[in-house]
């Protein structure tokens, strides 16, 4: 399994935060690994919202349809997708602390069946990823709401 995880301050409120990580049409705006984002099922970001999230991975792109799975806001979204070679999991949990919002983004790819044997491989190319996509969103979530 692959997995990514960092936690990243906001003086946004917890109520915008969660507004803005929920809907996960916002996720190309920050993750550079996100081409694209189109709700299939829902109005708007909740608990019966899904997506077809198309990303790159490598130098090919692939959509993944993520539905999701775990709803309570305005403290945590939990989404999953899969398809026949892997399952992913990305959960966003918010914490206030003080005067800041903590948004802890959990990032897991698991590789099924026999490739399962590639998930060094994949643990390796996909923290980079990872970093990319905290960067890209400690920039956007230090600008003003």
């Known amino acids: 399994m692959a997995r990514f995880v960092d936690s990243v301050p906001t003086s946004w409120s917890s109520e915008d935060t969660f507004a803005y990580m929920a809907d996960v049409r916002n996720f190309a705006e920050w993750d550079p690994g996100t081409e694209r984002v189109e709700q299939v099922r829902g ?27 775990d709803w309570q806001a305005p403290r945590r979204v939990t989404l999953a997708a ?6 992913l999991r990305d959960e966003i949990v918010l914490d206030r602390i003080e005067v800041e919002t903590l948004i802890t983004y959990d990032a897991r790819i698991t590789l099924r069946g026999p490739l399962k044997v590639f998930d060094r491989w994949l643990e390796r190319r996909f923290r980079p990823m990872g970093e990319r996509a905290a960067a890209g969103l400690r920039e956007r979530v230090s600008r003003a709401r």
């Open 82 to 87: 899969s398809n026949a070679i892997m399952r």
């Open 43 to 69: 109005v708007g970001p909740g608990p019966d919202a899904t997506y077809d999230v198309t990303v790159k991975m490598g130098k090919r792109t692939t959509t993944l349809r993520y539905e999701v799975v």
